[in-house]
């Protein structure tokens, strides 16, 4: 038994010494002391959480997503776009001169899948990717909205408070669309197929 | 000699080196019985003769037991290494640690250290260390993802087996139940693998030489 153990531990320090260089050498790996989450917490948890508070829980639990998502972003000095505001922003004259923007805040599979016509993409886990190209355009925009797929996703929040915090994007400036891309689809509205500006335009089907 | 060959006393007492894998017999006085007889030697036995049959079969069932929770170590947490964010979002709804640096360390390291295990489980190296490992994984996060479903059934007030999230586990979003019964199967194959002496298909069933 005595050898297993010491099997155990040499297979575990080895295996964790690995895993850090695998990460290191991963075009999608994490860098280790960045702040994903620089924003402080809601103090409302999310239904899923293990550190819930029973006399609260009800409280949470009676709030809708969308009145619960709107709460903790006006904690972090974020407002919230609901699909009106959306589309009106996507139509928005200013939308052609990047004053309006919008920011996908997925994952490149997602956004390749189909994101909002014209919409940037901004994975914030590796932000360094995208930053070069989007700074200069939310440094422009007037209005920034940036969504996820909606529901329970905080992408979108994360992503812009990461603008906010490490880039120094006006928060005045940030909305999150807490519908997201399932809203967005559910309303049958266009999306755009691959990289942005692709042409490749397609109507979900009703 | 390699950890591999081990002596034999044969019953006519000449010694003999077993060359190659998993040709291990304990020395004994009389016979060959012992742990780790390959199917060849079963005609030498005059005892015991269930019980070999039966832990004959436990080696060669060993494998896919071996490849099995392997495969879905690599599968799982190549999933994840893929996209780690997405991982690193669902390691923070647990709420376990607070300490950026911590969370993305787990979150970076974690999926590859089960593809680790997996490849080493596959490869048949460090069998029943690995095996402690993957144990020492399932237990605690098998816990935790029942306490985070119990959590969540009480809070949205769900029948436990309706409550479905994903649980970071690199299958997405799966009902609580299903997600047990699988753990469970998997601790299981661990304990297996752990107790087993199978060495079959093996490259280094163990790292260090027996005293």
Redo the contacts between chains.
């Keep these: 038994m005595k050898r297993i153990v010491q099997e155990a531990l040499l297979v575990a320090v080895a295996g964790i010494a690995l895993s850090f260089a695998a990460n290191a050498l991963s075009p999608h790996g994490l860098k280790l002391t960045t702040n994903y989450f620089p924003a402080k917490k809601s103090t409302q948890p999310s239904a899923g959480a293990t550190n819930v508070n029973p006399a609260s829980s009800n409280a949470v639990a009676d709030l809708t997503p969308s009145e619960r998502l709107a709460a903790a972003l006006k904690e972090n000095g974020l407002q919230l776009a609901d699909s009106n505001l959306v589309l009106r922003l996507l139509h928005d004259p200013r939308y052609e001169q990047q004053l309006v923007v919008f920011i996908d805040a997925r994952s490149e599979e997602h956004y390749k899948e189909g994101h909002i016509p014209g919409a940037f993409q901004f994975d914030h886990f590796h932000f360094e990717k995208y930053i070069p190209t989007l700074m200069p355009v939310c440094q422009g925009a007037e209005q920034i909205v940036v969504y996820c797929d909606g529901g329970d996703c905080e992408l979108s929040q994360h992503a812009a408070m990461f603008l906010r915090d490490s880039f120094a994007v006006p928060a005045q400036k940030l909305y999150v669309y807490g519908g997201g891309i399932n809203e967005w689809n559910a309303n049958h509205l266009p999306v755009e197929i691959g990289e942005r500006k692709s042409g490749q335009i397609k109507a979900p089907a009703p | 000699m390699n950890p591999n060959q081990e002596a034999i006393v044969s019953d006519n007492g000449r010694r003999e080196e077993a060359e190659g894998r998993g040709q291990r017999a304990e020395v004994r006085g009389q016979g060959t019985e012992g742990r780790g007889q390959r199917a060849g030697d079963r005609g030498q036995r005059s005892e015991g003769g269930g019980r070999s049959w039966l832990r004959c079969w436990e080696e060669i069932l060993a494998v896919p037991a071996r490849w099995l929770l392997g495969g879905a170590f690599i599968y799982m947490g190549l999933v994840k ?6 991982f ?2 669902l390691v ?5 640690v ?1 300490n ?2 911590i969370l ?2 787990i ?7 089960e ?3 997996g490849l ?1 489980l596959v490869a048949g190296v ?1 069998v ?3 095996a ?2 993957t144990l ?1 994984m399932l237990v605690p996060f098998t816990v ?1 993802v029942l ?2 479903a119990l ?2 059934a ?4 769900l029948a436990f087996c309706a409550v479905k ?1 994903d649980c970071g586990c690199g299958n997405g979003p799966q009902f609580i139940c299903k997600k047990l019964v699988e753990n469970s199967a998997l601790i299981l194959l661990s304990c297996w693998l ?1 107790f087993s002496a199978s060495r079959y298909f093996c490259a280094h069933f ?3 030489k ?1 005293d």
Excluded: D, M
């Design positions: 290494a893929l996209n780690p964010g997405a690193l979002e923070r709804e647990y709420h376990i607070n950026s640096l993305n360390s979150a970076a390291a974690l999926p590859w250290f593809v680790i295990c080493l460090a029943r260390g690995t402690v490992v020492g935790t306490r985070r959590t969540i009480s809070v949205q007030k999230f752990i163990e790292l260090f027996r």
